[in-house]
């Protein structure tokens, strides 16, 4: 037998199971996970067992014994949990929830908001470009402005008509890159209904804000530039 733990995470229809061997970490891409995450400690069968019996097992089942596959359930422990949500100092660089990408497919930008984290794709000179900017952190915050701010500009508007219209949405809601921002902006708005409804009717004015006012320091930077 060995120990295992179930990892669930219901907002990204996320679930597995990892075998704990010899106390060993182990590692889960953070887009898999947000909000609610369910950890479940669990004994496992490693191997096939003919006649298991136990003398812990209820008094019902005294005297019985049962099959057991390799890899089947023999005991679980306590339910666990914790919130995976991005902080704001994640969301203002813009990577935990927008990701850049290249093609030679294609011949313009492309912007899918349709998995779990928002994915631009450049024309593959313009993202040669990109890559060569990236690698100077002085020039982070212009390509939040360039690339970054817009998408955030339609995710919000995005998350807007959805509230104006709840009974035709998107149907985006489950995704990662929409709760979080639907998370930071109720945060900003102090949790207050109001506030939250008119920052989703300033969509260029919310992106700024979720992103640290990113604008005033790529003017500073552009300043700077002869």
């Known amino acids: ?47 096939p067992i003919s006649d298991f019996t136990n003398n812990d097992l209820e008094p019902e089942y005294q005297g019985l014994s049962f099959e057991i596959n390799a890899g089947d359930i023999i005991a679980i422990g306590e339910k666990r949990f914790f919130d995976a949500l991005y902080e704001n100092d994640i969301i203002k660089n813009g990577s935990s929830i927008v990701n850049i990408y290249g093609s030679d497919r294609i011949k313009e930008l492309i912007c899918d908001y349709t998995g779990n984290i928002i994915k631009i794709t450049l024309p593959a000179d313009q993202y040669k470009d990109y890559i060569a900017c990236g690698s100077l952190r002085t020039k982070y915050k212009t390509l939040n402005a360039i690339l970054t701010i817009p998408a955030l500009v339609e995710a919000i508007t995005i998350i807007a008509n959805d509230e104006a219209n709840q009974e035709h949405t998107s149907g985006l809601e489950s995704k990662a890159w929409y709760k979080t921002i639907v998370v930071n902006l109720k945060r900003a708005a102090e949790n207050n209904e109001s506030k939250y409804r008119q920052m989703l009717g300033k969509p260029f004015t919310s992106a700024e804000l979720l992103l640290g006012n990113n604008y005033a320091f790529s003017l500073e930077f552009m300043k700077e530039v002869d």
Request: proline share 9%.
């Open 1 to 47: 037998m060995t120990y295992a733990v179930e990892v669930q995470s219901p907002a990204t229809w996320f679930r597995k199971l990892f075998p704990v061997i010899n106390n060993t970490p182990f590692h889960l891409d953070s887009k898999y996970l947000h909000e609610r995450v369910e950890l479940t400690p669990c004994i496992v069968a490693a191997v």
